[in-house]
Each structure stands twice: as C-alpha cells, then as structure tokens.
T-cell receptor, first 116, second 112 residues
Framework: GAGVSQSPSNKVTEKGKDVELRCDPI?????LYWYRQSLGQGLEFLIY????????KSGLPSDRFSAERTGGSVSTLTIQRTQQEDSAVYLC??????????????FGPGTRLTVL | GNSVTQMEGPVTLSEEAFLTINCTYT??????LFWYVQYPGEGLQLLLK?????DKGSNKGFEATYRKETTSFHLEKGSVQVSDSAVYFC???????????FGQGTELSVKP
C-alpha cells in the first residue's frame, strides 16, 4: 500500500510568514510523529499523536509551532512567524497500534523548509 | 534524560571491508533500540531493531546486539558494498508513546 506522504516537498518562505506542512500517514496507523532534521541539531522529535490527541508535545521548540490531527488521519504542522532557524527538513512518521515503543515507525520523504 | 551517542563520521571504507559503527545510549527503563538508514536522496527507513537485552537485530547482512551491561547497540557488517553508502542513525524509543531519540548520524562512504 501507499507509504507516508508529505506535502509540499519543498517550501521557501520569507521570515515572518506562516507555513503549513501536511502529513498523510499510512492508512490505519493510529500513531503519528513529527520530527525535524537540521544540520546543527540532527534529528529531533517534535510531537506525537495517538488518534487525534497529542499526549506528548514536549519537542515543540516554541509557541510558534503547533500541530493538529483530524479524523485520526491527516496531520498539519503549522509554524507561525517563521524564523531562519526554522529552516530544516520536517519529517512525519506513522506506526500501528498504540504507539508502543517496540513498533516500527515508517517515515515520509519530508518537507524541506527554507526561511529567507 | 534519554540520549544516544554514535561515532562521528564520515567513515570511508573499501568494498568488502568490515564495518563497525559504535552506538551507546542512556535511558531509564528498557527502551527498544533501532538502526535507521538514509540512502542518498531517500527517506529514513528501518534497518534493524532489538526490543530487549541480548536480542540481535539483523537485516541485509547488518547486525546489532542489544547490550544492556554496556548500554550499547553497535552496528556491524562483515563485508560492505558500494550500495551501503548512506547515513546511519542509531535510535532508542521512549517507552511512553514510542518517540524516537536519535544519535547524530554516521555517514558511510564505500569505495570500489
């Protein structure tokens, strides 16, 4: 079946603008994760959804970052008033079950965000 | 808090050489351990995993053993190929919800 998809694949924006990044998980996967990959910080966890709830938001770097998930499926990560340090590749992953620690996470191709 | 440390790269090897990429972790409880690989221009994909102490994960000729006593999960392959050139990430999963905590990644380049 189809894997995790993300859109857009690339996004260039100006400092101060808002951006929305979309993730379509694998059908039936109840757990969804957002990470970002940047040169300086490596791969960092941002937020975890189980269904439409977010029991772990501990990785969101500031209140400019928010995310939601609707219908237990699509998720949107929103960054308000973007800054240059937000430039990174934003990765989405999904897994089956209850997000158990032993479940494999399947990653999407990522959205490359560049803030000018 | 939980953390993962892996050897710095880049690592450059000749084809058919033996590969070891060291990975150690700090964690409370009993995390699962993973190796993910990112081939050039592609997304992250799971290479292998181990869910409890002394488990050995293996795939595509790669192996790693979950060593609780040394808190390590070193990746090994007996004979690397040019097609193994990629960035390798060691990770552990938090028992609460399963978020992954990654090491900094090790770039491997295999020359013919």
């Amino acid at each position: 079946g189809a894997g995790v998809s993300q859109s857009p694949s690339n996004k260039v924006t100006e400092k101060g603008k808002d951006v929305e990044l979309r993730c379509d998980p694998i059908s039936g996967h109840t757990a969804l994760y957002w990470y970002r990959q940047s040169l300086g910080q490596g791969l960092e966890f941002l937020i975890y959804f189980q269904g439409n709830s977010a029991p772990d938001k501990s990785g969101l770097p500031s209140d400019r970052f928010s995310a939601e998930r609707t219908g237990g499926s699509v998720s949107t990560l929103t960054i308000q008033r973007t800054q240059q340090e937000d430039s990174a590749v934003y990765l989405c992953a999904s897994s089956t079950g209850t997000g158990g620690w032993y479940n494999e996470q399947f990653f999407g191709p990522g959205t490359r965000l560049t803030v000018l | 808090g939980n953390s993962v440390t892996q050897m710095e790269g880049p690592v450059t090897l000749s084809e058919e050489a033996f590969l070891t990429i060291n990975c150690t972790y700090t964690a409370t409880g009993y995390p699962s351990l993973f190796w993910y690989v990112q081939y050039p221009g592609e997304g992250l994909q799971l290479l292998l995993k181990a869910t409890k102490a002394d488990d050995k994960g293996s795939n595509k000729g790669f192996e790693a053993t979950y060593r609780k006593e040394t808190t390590s999960f070193h990746l090994e392959k007996g004979s690397v190929q040019v097609s193994d050139s990629a960035v390798y990430f060691c990770a552990l999963s938090d028992q609460k919800g399963g978020k992954l905590i990654f090491g900094q990644g090790t770039e491997l380049s295999v020359k013919p």
